[in-house]
């Protein structure tokens, strides 16, 4: 269980510096996500980290118990997966352009990442404690 908190705590800093970051800079962090799809270096760089990334969660903790740890495994496999369809199909990410150049995207992601940032870092700071 020492390897999921420390996941939990990890994602929890990430996805509210991430929300609060988004929440605060709506603009730039509009741009910065169109440019990161429409840069091959970025790209493929972020596709082999999302693998890197996912396959540490899943080395450590890939396990469905029913409870909310799975999400931390389903975060694994999605960041795994991904990674593989960035670096096998690099320019289907500029489909999603139109999503990132949509204002309305922004107002529905900003509540899912902070609430994802706020349940890891209740589980991982505050539960575990």
Known sequence: MEATVLIAR???IVYL???IGMLLNKDYYQKTLIQFIENSFVLVYGGYMAIVFGMIILS?????LGKW?????LIGWVATVKGIWLLA?????LLYRKLFENKKFSLIMIPIVLALGILFGYFGFLLSS
């Open 89 to 93: 199909f690099p320019k289907s990410a």
């Open 17 to 19: 510096s991430f929300g």
């Open 60 to 64: 450590v903790h890939n396990s469905w």
């Open 69 to 73: 740890t799975d999400i931390i495994t």
């Open 10 to 12: 990890i994602l929890a």
